[in-house]
């Protein structure tokens, strides 16, 4: 059961290089999200989509842009790295709206930024 | 604005001690409570939820009620495992506002001592 895959699981990036964070869910689930994991910050949202062709920003949607042209797939992209962006980043998936289904996460992506 | 608040960690405990981790919230409309774990190197996974007022979740010998009335969710077992060792969140979504979203708390980091 493949669940939530996330790719790559570690990346070192270099100030002002950009790349992207892919996210593939093979549970057909309308909702994708993309968080990030700080120490002592809990996860705060960066964006999310509520099907295919949607996106729509979350708490700390700065310097990152995502795109979701197929339903399976969530992309997460940072266009010019800034250290500040080091952290974990999570994705998430859910059938439905997460009031009544519970979001299904991938095992995350380590990124360091120097 | 919807928020969650849990007891900062880490808490550190004996094997089969008795466990609590305090949460409460702030929400505009009808939320919906969730408790998560994080096990070491992985993404979170549901823990246990619950929907509306006096319901109370339980899973893995955890258990955790919905009080309205002190708006409340305190995660609870009776007898913790050195494998319960890990970062618990927990996270509402506001069902009354049809929010896409979960709120999640900063996470209580609980470490079981053998």
């Known amino acids: 059961n493949a669940g939530v895959t996330q790719t790559p699981k570690f990346r070192v990036l270099k100030t002002g290089q950009s790349m992207t964070l892919l996210c593939a869910q093979d549970?057909?689930?309308?909702?994708m999200y993309w968080y990030r994991q700080d120490p002592g910050m809990g996860l705060r949202l960066i964006h999310y989509s509520v099907g295919e062709g949607t996106t729509a920003k979350g708490e700390v949607p700065d310097g990152y842009n995502v795109s979701r042209l197929k339903k399976q797939n969530f992309l997460l992209g940072l266009e010019s790295a800034a250290p500040s962006q080091t952290s974990v980043y999570f994705c998430a998936s859910s059938k439905r709206a997460p009031s009544n289904q519970p979001q299904h996460f991938g095992d995350g992506t380590r990124l360091s930024i120097l | 604005g919807n928020s969650v608040t849990q007891m900062e960690g880490p808490v550190t405990l004996s094997e089969e001690a008795f466990l609590t981790i305090n949460c409460t919230y702030t929400a505009t409309g009808y939320p919906s409570l969730f408790w998560y774990v994080q096990y070491p190197g992985e993404g979170l996974q549901l823990l246990l939820k619950a929907t509306k007022a006096d319901d109370k979740g339980s899973n893995k010998g955890f258990e955790a009620t919905y009080r309205k009335e002190t708006t409340s969710f305190h995660l609870e077992k009776g007898s913790v495992q050195v494998s319960d060792s890990a970062v618990y969140f927990c996270?509402?979504?506001?069902?009354?506002?049809?929010?896409?979203?979960?709120?999640f708390g900063k996470g209580t980091r609980l470490h079981i001592l053998p």
């Open positions: 996270a509402l979504s506001d069902r009354g506002n049809r929010d896409d979203k979960i709120i």
């Open positions: 549970m057909n689930h309308e909702y």
